[in-house]
């Protein structure tokens, strides 16, 4: 597939996108939602088109079907007369479990319907108990092994190459390559690294209480109460009132041993899994198969960062010192608590306007008719809305979308759950239902995905109108969507957002800088009333805001990673968690660690 010539993508930045105007992209997604009656099992087609899940019964089936096609294709890949590469059986194998475990690990958090949801997460643990078990099969590791440092049945591509050692890695996570005793050991401390991940994690949104007699009324009143305690559950950036910021900070971040001790028995565990498995530290492990291949490269990538963000980021804070002075009683140093609340201040000035006076602007209509025009114009693509089947959604919101290339045909399709409603989890992501693969027969396997967002949804006045940060979420969300569009992969094990980590968030990032592009959005930001469209002014404001104070941004980020590869190199570590924050923040953020806080526990 070649990409649009530039002429082209000129071309088609021409065209005008106006309310009297709209396409079928416009229309679809700026009505007024309507209520669905429910669909009896015997008109409908099934969730996804998929006739066994007509009904929440249909997971079982699903299941059964899964394991007969597995237990052949474990038959075919340790049989010694294989006509089969190994990589082309084992994608297949992986296939063929993906397409139920992703499909129920999506209806498991986004079905409405309990029955469903319940059947969904019978059927996640009942398909991660088979892949367990595949996982700790030695013959069947043996058997791909042998495929691909030795021979197979017939020459491999470098592609082969580089997927059969992928499959080969996924298994020695597992320590399947090493003797019994040694992977007891690697089944425990996996098992071990889950329950304490979660217990960090669920920790870590624990609001702080603080009893209301240790803070003065005039701190007091700024946080909400519970009984005789102030509850403070964030940094409370918001607030006009340093001193309420710095007792937020302060008192979120305040040492909590049990936390402390959590994360370190987790890192321990992280690093002897590592040992076990070969590795010198955890970061080896998990940057192996990464772009960025070693912590060593990692560490060099966050030096460079280090200096090239020095000199950019000290004339970000002096904006922001500088602004601070202007407050009354406000101290000339810059604290940890202080950007977040500043940036916020100085961004709108630079915007001119609040985020909600851009939303009538940005409709989602004319924002999918947008994302349309860079597909057309990059990729000679465009998203085309299809009806619904009797049954094929989880909900009366969703629309589905085709994506079809001029000259390849239907690459796909995206189903769009994006408003929000009762008992929707509020999280924006992209879900893999099937990924795309080159089948035996020489066609190709189209992939689907969700894409779930929580924008306001529509009513009989008003279409969604979205502010500027949800447009810039919108475009992120529909990257990793056309990346699993595009990939056309022949194995669906490196299919779109399954490749490595850190590539999975390039196409992404990518679509935001559209979102934040004038000549972009001068093609699409119109009034969803009148069509006129936003005004040249506002666009290179609302543009010039989004790319304001981002040194001082990215030098946060750049410490972050920091901080990440130091916890997960050599152990024992040689100072303490909080000692070791300390340590890292003075080398690579230019504002002061905070005495007795403890950010790294979040």
């Not at 609001?207 to 209301?212: D, L, N």
């Not at 918001?238 to 910021?245: G, I, K, T, V």
Request: proline share 5%; net charge negative; hydrophobic share 40%.
């Amino acid at each position: 597939m070649k990409l649009a010539k530039l002429g082209h993508w000129e071309r088609l930045l021409q065209a005008v996108i106006c309310r009297r105007n709209f396409g079928n992209l416009a229309s679809t997604f700026n009505k007024q939602l309507s209520r669905i009656p429910a669909v009896s099992p015997k008109l409908s087609k099934g969730l996804f088109g998929i006739p066994e899940l007509a009904s929440s019964e249909g997971f079982i089936a699903l299941e059964e079907r899964v394991k007969c096609d597995t237990d052949d294709l474990v038959a075919e890949s340790v049989d010694n007369g294989r006509q089969r590469k190994m990589v082309e059986v084992f994608d297949e194998l992986s296939d063929t479990l993906c397409q139920v475990a992703d499909l129920a690990e999506f209806v498991r958090i986004a079905h409405p319907d309990r029955k469903f949801s319940e059947a969904a997460e019978n059927a996640c643990i009942n398909i991660n108990a088979l892949v367990e078990r595949l996982n700790t099969n030695v013959e069947l590791y043996t058997s791909l092994r042998r495929a691909t440092e030795e021979s197979d049945v017939a020459p491999l591509t470098s592609v082969d190459e580089h997927v059969s050692k992928l499959f080969l890695f996924d298994f020695e996570q597992s320590g399947i390559h090493l003797p019994e005793n040694l992977r007891e050991s690697i089944v425990g401390l996996n098992d071990r690294i889950l329950r304490l991940g979660q217990r960090f994690a669920m920790n870590s949104h624990e609001p702080r209480r603080v009893p209301k007699h240790l803070l003065p009324p005039y701190l007091a009143n700024n946080f909400p109460s519970h009984g005789n305690n102030v509850v403070i559950s964030s940094f409370h950036a918001d607030s006009s009132n340093e001193q309420a910021r710095e007792a937020a900070y302060k008192l979120y971040l305040y040492p909590d041993k049990s936390q402390e001790e959590i994360l370190d028995e987790l890192l321990l565990a992280r690093y002897e899994l590592a040992n076990l498995c070969g590795y010198p530290t955890f970061a080896d492990r998990t940057l192996k198969n990464s772009i960025a291949g070693s912590p060593g490269l990692v560490k060099d990538f966050l030096d460079v960062l280090k200096i090239e963000l020095e000199r950019r980021a000290l004339e970000e804070y002096d904006v922001m010192r500088h602004l601070k002075k202007k407050d009354v009683g406000a101290r000339d140093e810059l604290y940890c608590w202080d950007p977040p609340y500043l940036t916020a201040i100085l961004k709108k000035q630079i915007q001119g306007l609040k985020s909600s006076d851009f939303a009538p602007y940005f409709s989602i209509g004319n924002c999918m008719e947008g994302l349309n025009l860079i597909f057309q114009a990059l990729f000679d693509i465009t998203l085309e809305p299809c009806v619904l089947e009797e049954g094929e959604s989880w909900h009366s919101d969703v629309h589905k979308i085709a994506v079809v290339h001029a000259q390849e045909g239907l690459l796909g399709y995206i189903y769009c759950d994006f408003f929000e409603r009762h008992g929707k989890p509020h999280q924006d992501c992209h879900f893999t239902i099937v990924g795309g693969r080159m089948l035996s027969n020489g066609n190709y396997q189209n992939p689907v995905v969700v894409l779930m967002l929580n924008l306001p949804a529509p009513s009989w006045r008003k279409p969604s109108l979205l502010t500027p940060s949800m447009v810039e979420n919108l475009f992120h969300e529909m990257g990793h969507a056309m990346h699993s569009m595009l990939a056309r992969t022949t194995y669906q094990h490196i299919t779109g957002t399954r490749c490595s980590t850190d590539l999975a968030e390039v196409p992404s990032v990518l679509m935001e800088f559209f979102a934040s592009d004038p000549r972009v959005l001068s093609k699409f930001a119109k009034h969803y009333k009148t069509g006129e469209p936003l005004p040249e002014k506002a666009i290179r404001s609302l543009c010039a805001a989004k790319h304001a104070f981002t040194a001082s941004e990215t030098q946060l980020q750049t410490f972050y990673a920091a901080l990440d590869q130091t916890y997960h190199g050599k152990h024992p570590l040689n100072a303490t968690t909080t000692e070791i924050l300390a340590n890292v923040q003075k080398e690579y953020y230019t504002l002061p660690y905070v005495h007795n806080t403890v950010s790294e526990i979040l």
